[in-house]
């Protein structure tokens, strides 16, 4: 899934969440090669401190949105559910192929339209019951027909004709069209003994019976809404289980405090919102016990024009400004913007300068525009565009339309991010500059306004997958809202005819470099549309204290992110610190310590983030995923 960090965090996301694995991965497809068994090997036993348990908190910057995997999109939550559930496949922490997940072996008939996957034997829901094809195939089908359980991930089974389970250790999924998503398929398989007592999916969260039943690396044991999400170790994973006893995922609303808690002791790890700031990160570096990884990220900073809001049947609704309706207008406003600025100021260069929709970390659909093509910092030639559309500046220096009324627009901010805060002054004073207005409306839930098409632009972002398909499939028509003012598959309700015959030519497209090429004209017409404006790629900013955490799997594994990856490597590999889980409480006072022994309950920190769009599988990030 893709996982918005929101901004909007590529859930790790919902459809926010994501498919294809590599072009490597491709290729085993297009040749019909059968994979073979789990390349990682089960994780040995760990060894247990005899006075009790080891506990990992980790301090988040996001609130639960849903633990439903039928209705989370925030990067939080679907990172959580990837915890919870087992996929049909995974992807390999060192190179991002498909590797076994629920499923030890897939393979496509001659004409690439039916899928069979083989489930393994050794996987057991939490209660006991064996996991099997049954479960994956009433997955699915519940997604094909009930609209409710589709919100998240729908956009995975939109062209499954016919899904089903002949045995317990085959799947069998027939396609309408050829789908080079198959090894990709980011959907939590959920235990249909439990689910099908399931009424109305649109509305149940998950969140009310404990343990929740799963058959991931942990297993969900309490929640508390805007406080905690807590897990144990699943001793039965059939990968092996995790090495802390409990995980825990704390909110913090404020970052500084989720900072201070880390530096005390009290979490064991900080992402941020959804990454430290640089003077955050500059202080921990000093900080002894305290390891700060500083990586390229998956997530993209993006600022969003609302290009009128509508359903899928056409029916307009909202408040987004005309003005932006005009190509020039948007262009003209991208090219009042000065990336660089963004990158050394804001970022202060814990970022690389934003071009195409996928970041450079996905080298195979990574993209960027012509010199000819390019949107680059030109006040004087974003003059000239406004000028063109019409909006000239008055005696006072003002930019008003035929009618009279001055150009001003609104845009959306995250409260608990600095980095939207930051940049929203600088668009302030550079489109000023230009004779613009702006007016800056930090929310602490930015859902709403945005589902209700009630802003102009928004600061947006999402962690991006492997595979590019989800973060593309949010800007097609299909994923429009059915209904006015609601969550829906949607980013920023774009629909574009010529981007839509991409999209579904790339979907369809088996070999790795035609579908990568059509990827990249997909970006090149987003780009050209103005409707988006990437602005940078933040580095993955976090932190951990090496005196409970002795070592832990980023994502790539060479030089990647530890939060909210497209996996559970990082938490289910961790490893406690020699001596960590000797003492229940810290030296200051008896507060708890980031790992816990023999203390029931644990916190993780959600560190000082806001609402993140709950609507993608994304983040600002990121995601959904």
């Known amino acids: 899934m893709v996982t918005r960090v929101p901004h909007h965090s590529v859930r790790p996301r919902r459809h926010l969440r994501l498919l294809l694995a590599s072009g490597a991965a491709a290729l085993a497809l297009a040749a019909g090669s059968v994979v073979p068994g789990n390349p990682l090997a089960p994780a040995p036993s760990e060894a247990r401190a005899d006075d009790g348990k080891t506990t990992l908190t980790v301090a988040v910057a996001q609130s639960v949105d849903s633990l439903s995997p039928f209705l989370a999109q925030r990067l939080v939550s679907t990172s959580i559910h990837r915890l919870m559930y087992d996929y049909l496949t995974n992807y390999d922490p060192k190179d991002n192929k498909a590797i076994p997940g629920l499923a030890t072996a897939w393979e496509p008939s001659a004409d690439k339209l039916t899928w069979t996957y083989t489930i393994r034997s050794d996987s057991k829901w939490s209660d006991g019951q064996q996991a099997t094809a049954e479960d994956a195939a009433w997955t699915f089908n519940k997604m094909m027909t009930d609209e409710g359980a589709a919100t998240s991930n729908g956009s995975f089974v939109g062209n499954f004709e016919k899904v089903t389970a002949p045995s317990k250790d085959k799947l069998v999924i027939r396609l309408k069209e050829p789908q080079a998503t198959m090894a990709a398929l980011d959907v939590p398989i959920v235990p249909r003994h439990v689910w099908e007592k399931v009424g109305d999916f649109s509305k149940f969260n998950n969140d009310k019976d404990f343990p929740v039943v799963g058959n991931g690396p942990f297993i969900l044991t309490d929640y ?30 404020d970052q500084d405090a989720a900072v201070a808690a880390l530096r005390k002791g009290e979490v064991s790890f900080v992402a941020g919102s959804p990454s430290l700031t640089p003077a955050q990160s500059a202080s921990l570096e000093k900080a002894p016990d305290i390891k700060v990884n500083d990586a390229p990220g998956r997530r993209f900073f993006a600022l969003a024009v609302n290009p009128g809001a509508r359903t899928k049947d056409g029916q307009k609704f909202g408040d987004g400004h005309p003005a932006l309706l005009d190509q020039k207008v948007r262009h003209a406003l991208f090219m009042a913007v000065d990336r660089k600025t ?93 004779g613009i207005g702006l007016k800056v409306d930090c929310l602490d839930n930015v859902s709403d306004p945005w589902y209700a098409g009630e802003y102009d632009l928004a600061f947006d972002g999402w962690s991006v997958n492997p595979d590019p398909d989800f973060v593309l499939s949010i800007h097609t028509c299909a994923a429009l809202p059915a209904k006015a003012k609601e969550s829906a598959a949607t980013d920023n309700f774009i629909c574009d005819k010529q981007y ?126």
């Open 224 to 253: 508390k809404v805007d406080s905690f999400v807590k897990l144990k170790a699943n001793k039965d994973f059939w990968r092996g289980s995790p090495k802390f006893d409990e995980l825990v995922f704390r909110y913090y609303k």
């Open 342 to 434: 963004i990158i050394d100021k804001v970022f202060q260069g814990h970022a690389v300068e934003g071009e195409g929709y996928i970041p450079p970390r996905f080298g195979d659909y990574f993209w960027k525009p012509a010199d000819g093509q390019k949107l680059a910092y030109d006040p004087a030639k974003a003059a000239s565009l406004l000028d063109e559309a019409g909006y000239k500046k008055n005696g006072a220096g003002k930019r008003v339309g035929k009618d009279g009324k001055p150009l001003d627009f609104r845009i959306l901010c995250h409260a608990t991010d600095p980095n939207d805060k930051a940049i929203g002054k600088y668009l302030q004073e550079w489109w000023g500059e230009q």
């Open 500 to 625: 839509d015959d991409l999209y579904k030519k790339q979907l369809a497209e088996y070999d790795p470099a035609k579908r990568a090429d059509l990827v990249r004209q997909l970006e090149s017409r987003l780009y050209d549309t103005g409707y988006m404006n990437v602005m940078a790629y933040p580095n993955a900013v976090e932190a951990y204290r090496t005196d409970h955490i002795e070592s832990i799997t980023t994502m790539p594994s060479a030089a990647g992110n530890i939060y909210g990856q497209d996996g559970y490597w990082s938490w289910w590999s961790a490893v406690p610190a020699a001596g960590a889980s000797s003492s229940g409480s810290s030296d200051s006072g008896g507060s708890s310590t980031g790992v816990l022994v023999g203390v029931g309950i644990a916190v993780v920190v959600l560190a000082g983030g806001g609402l993140l769009f709950a609507m993608r599988r994304r983040s600002t990030a990121e995601d959904r995923e």
